[in-house]
Nanobody, 118 residues
Framework: QVQLVESGGGLVQPGGSLNLSCAAS????????MGWYRQAPGKERELVAS???????NYADSVKGRFTISIDNAWKTVYLQMNSLRPEDTAVYYC????????????WGQGTRVIVSS
């Protein structure tokens, strides 16, 4: 099992920044991809950014150049630095871990809400 706990969400004005964190525990050795997804009201959950153990990074086109995913060397914490936030970035952000223990999509955190509004 892998447990994920997100933090760092909140209310921010357009153009502002937030840094989300996701702490992983449990069978961390089994993780091969960690990522961030988001779900806006009335919309499907979508990939925001991901980081694989091979070093491959993926970003949604809508966040390229504004968001940066990073991870600590122990793969215990994954971050999402969000800059130049827009109202359309408003969503619940979920941490995800793909693991060899269970089939995709893997494990999810409980989510942290980000609201971009003036």
């Amino acid at each position: 099992q892998v447990q994920l706990v997100e933090s760092g969400g909140g209310l921010v004005q357009p153009g502002g920044s937030l840094n989300l964190s996701c702490a992983a525990s449990g069978s961390i050795f089994s993780i091969y991809v960690m990522g961030w997804y988001r779900q806006a009201p009335g919309k499907e959950r979508e990939l925001v950014a991901s980081y694989s153990t091979s070093g491959t990074l993926n970003y949604a086109d809508s966040v390229k150049g504004r968001f940066t995913i990073s991870i600590d060397n122990a793969w215990k914490t994954v971050y999402l630095q969000m800059n130049s936030l827009r109202p359309e970035d408003t969503a619940v952000y979920y941490c995800n871990a793909r693991s060899h223990i269970i089939p995709p999509p893997g494990y999810w955190g409980q989510g942290t809400r980000v609201i971009v509004s003036s």
